[in-house]
DNA sequence: ATTTATGCAAATCGTTTGCAAACCT
DNA sequence: AGGTTTGCAAACGATTTGCATAAAT
């Protein structure tokens, strides 16, 4: 694992190095004995180069594009092995990005009710471990075991308003 | 405005009154030149019994059914002019529930991973508070407008442990 | 050679919509 | 009556799956 830190919002190549992902996600693959084929390669790179989180619509339009249903298929893989995760906001479409345990970046995000882009933000540490603290009191509360938080900021982005 | 005060979460009924909410409700139908009729009240009435955001399949089983496509299309009016709010978490299905702006009661949700349940839970007014000093600045350096924020617990519950 | 992944087309499933009947004012 | 709401059935759209072909080990 690498240090902890708020990445630039600019992608995960360079910041992490992609091969370093590429090894982190060979492992994940081969533990659940899966292989890590040229496409699913593909589709890692085109969610590292993304400073956001991405749809399949988008994925099939790339060059060369990705068939939705191949895009689909790996990122159920790629989901249960950890190495992606699935983004649902308002609208009716997924959206994809690498998983915070392979990129280290813990973040959130920032959603236009108006076109549905998501965006990446962070908030101070101080803020992430109070809230973390009454998170694990609610759990504790309810019997929960938690994953996780998610934490949404919801509104207009420029182009929309 | 009732007192922003964290409410029991056992839902609505008796908390604010449904004498309360339905008076509301019937105003925000009307502004919008829409009718307040017997399903639609029964829809609100459901909402209020509820403790948690409801699927419009368990409305469907309630007792008397409420038919699915009458649902959604209420369901949409009812967003519409701000009585409820569409919760979209890990599963495909959507869930509703009373507006914040109604009960005047800021929650956030517990959803577990498994059975896709999703409960209420609140966090403590200091919190909120930095978190939304935060959210503002974001916002403000993307020129976003905020309309809110969600934060949600991820885990799975008792039962799917 | 054998097992696994790919990608087209067909199937699913939640949600939306057309339309005729029921309802409200 | 005149316009709105209801609810069945059909339509939609995102996602999943069957199956024959291609790729990987």
């Given at each position: 694992m690498r240090p902890p830190t708020a990445w630039p919002?600019?992608?995960t190549i360079g910041a992490v190095g992609l091969d370093d992902i590429h090894e982190q996600v060979g492992t994940l693959l081969s533990r659940d004995g899966q292989r890590y084929t040229t496409e699913r390669r593909r589709l890692v790179e085109a969610l590292a180069r993304s400073d956001r989180p991405v749809t399949v619509e988008s994925l099939r339009d790339a060059d060369p594009p990705i068939p939705m249903s191949s895009a689909y298929r790996n990122l159920s893989v790629l989901e249960r092995v950890g190495v992606v995760e699935r983004v649902r906001t308002t609208d009716d479409r997924a959206r994809f990005e690498l998983s915070e345990q392979l990129t280290d970046h813990h973040h959130h995000h920032l959603v236009?009710?108006?076109?549905?882009v998501v965006e990446d933000f962070t908030v101070p540490e101080a803020i992430e471990r109070s809230l973390d603290r009454r998170l694990a009191e609610v759990a504790a509360e309810r019997g929960f075991e938690v994953t996780g938080h998610r934490l949404d900021l919801v509104g207009t982005c420029a182009a929309c308003r």
């Open positions: 919002s600019a992608g236009c009710t108006g076109c549905g």
